[in-house]
């Protein structure tokens, strides 16, 4: 079983709209890394966020930290083909092991 | 600056052989991990090496173990090798430890496939 439950499990949409992945646990964590994987590829870092509550914001993406340090949600304005990719998010344990979710993939569609 | 290595890019064994498989940190890091991505399964942390040492370890049989040169590159060993160990398995690294969350970068991965 996965340590962190990501949301849905598969995305598509069409150009321009908008779309949130969850990503969801019971385990507290010190930090959330929100990574992206193209086929082929390994996964590039996105984001860090460390502090509950937190907002990030990378150009028309935007990341949540949860108050209590357990969830986090990705947000993307105005979905461009580029967009198209494995989102995973991942969990820092206190003893520095990453717990990855299963991963969101989102395609956008022309 | 180079970003890390890892080969080769894929690998084919059959049943019961052994895999070696290599990764080369970026620069001036000195922790490396190792992840299993197999279909359908997510990443799953294998082992995490740092100065040498073996500092963690995943839910993973002993037949998978590793090392961590002195130049801090780093070596997994699949032994005895069963259908079900075919998967990506990536390489990620980072700086040394300094108390806090260190970001981990990741390789592109060796492709694993027994038959």
């Known amino acids: 079983t996965q340590l962190l439950e990501q949301s849905p499990q598969f995305l598509s949409i069409q150009e321009g709209e908008n779309l949130t992945v969850y990503c969801n646990s019971s385990?507290?964590?010190?930090?959330l890394q929100w990574y992206r994987q193209e086929p082929g590829e390994g996964p590039v870092l996105l984001v860090t966020v460390v502090t509950g509550g937190e907002v990030k914001k990378l150009k028309r993406l935007t990341f949540q930290f949860g108050d209590a340090r357990k969830d986090s949600s990705l947000h993307i304005t105005a979905a461009q083909p580029g967009d198209t990719g494995l989102y995973l998010c991942?969990?820092?344990?206190?003893?520095?092991?990453?717990?990855f979710g299963a991963g969101t993939t989102v395609t956008v569609r022309a | 600056e180079a970003g890390v290595t890892q080969s080769p890019t894929h690998l084919i064994k059959t049943r019961g052989q052994q895999a070696t498989l290599r990764c080369s940190p970026i620069?001036?890091?000195?922790?490396v991990y190792w992840y299993q991505q197999a279909l359908g399964l997510g990443l799953q942390f294998l082992l995490w090496?740092?100065?040498?040492?073996?500092?963690n370890r995943g839910n993973f049989p002993p037949r998978f173990s590793g090392r961590q040169f002195p130049n801090y590159s780093s070596e997994l060993n699949v032994n005895a090798l069963e259908l079900e160990d075919s998967a990506l398995y990536l390489c990620a690294s980072s700086p040394a430890r300094t108390g806090r969350w260190e970001t981990q970068y990741f390789g592109p991965g060796t492709r694993l496939l027994v038959l």
């Open positions: 090496y740092d100065e040498g040492e073996e500092r």
């Open positions: 991942a969990g820092a344990g206190y003893d520095y092991k990453l717990s």
């Open positions: 385990s507290v964590f010190s930090s």
């Open positions: 620069s001036g890091h000195t922790s």
